[in-house]
């Protein structure tokens, strides 16, 4: 898809999610989606190469929770994997700070290359387990936004997610289809941590039939200390 054709699919796009997009931040886009795919070819980052679902499954779906982050948040993206939807948040909203979080090292180099080819400033890429980032003073409970996208299910998610936001911050977990038992399971696990489901928003992706749910949680206050367990352990033994 030559940049022409690239920007009339995203405006397109963009004008029904209400988001102003202008064309410095449209090259941006179009920039990130080819290092997407000539990285791809090395390392796993996205089983989407058609480049039109590329502007729909990871463009257009990390940014429907932007209008959720307020002016001036600082926001952790939680299992970034190729940076959604932290880099398309940044590229729309040069008022947040934003730190992608993600285990693999090889994600992390291909995270700062888009960050330094974007020319993205109050963005850091890092490395690490998120249990132990959870537990690392300089980073627990300091964000006022976390969010994720497909990582995992929502009690577990909750222990990932929780600890790294501020009394009266908030997570936003972007989840697929059918989760009103994932959320029924999950309910305890939220509380035991310190936070409260306060809204699930089900849509529709645009004009397809792709299901999307966005889980909000509130922090209400401290996570208990010994959250987040150790690596592995949120997965195998989530809180019940």
């Not at 190469?49 to 307020?70: N, W």
């Not at 180099?109 to 993205?120: H, R, T």
């Not at 009394?167 to 977990?173: A, D, F, L, M, T």
Request: aromatic share 8%; proline share 3%; with cysteine.
């Amino acid at each position: 898809m030559d940049k022409i054709e690239f920007k009339k699919v995203f405006k397109k796009y963009s004008k029904k999610l209400d988001i102003e997009i202008n064309d410095n931040q449209i090259d941006k886009f179009y920039k990130y989606m080819e290092m997407l795919l000539e990285w791809n070819q090395k390392i796993n980052l996205t089983a989407i190469t058609d480049c039109e679902e590329i502007i729909l499954k990871h463009f257009v779906d990390s940014l429907t929770i932007e209008k959720y982050i307020e002016k001036g948040s600082y926001l952790v993206d939680v299992g970034t994997g190729a940076g959604f939807p932290g880099i398309p948040l940044k590229i729309v909203r040069e008022d947040i700070r934003i730190v992608l979080l993600d285990s693999l090292n090889k994600r992390i180099q291909f995270l700062n290359e888009v960050i330094n080819k974007l020319d993205l400033k109050n963005i850091e890429a890092v490395h690490s387990r998120v249990e132990e980032f959870g537990r690392n003073k300089k980073y627990r409970e300091k964000f006022d936004v976390a969010t994720s996208r497909a990582v995992a299910n929502l009690s577990t998610l909750s222990e990932y997610m929780i600890p790294l936001v501020k009394v009266n911050g908030k997570c936003i977990c972007m989840k697929g289809k059918d989760i009103e038992q994932e959320l029924q399971d999950a309910k305890n696990a939220i509380n035991v941590l310190g936070g409260k489901v306060v809204d699930k928003v089900e849509f529709k992706l645009l004009d397809n039939d792709i299901s999307r749910n966005i889980i909000l949680i509130s922090k209400c206050k401290n996570t208990p200390a010994k959250y987040p367990r150790k690596p592995g352990t949120p997965s195998k033994e989530p809180i019940q």
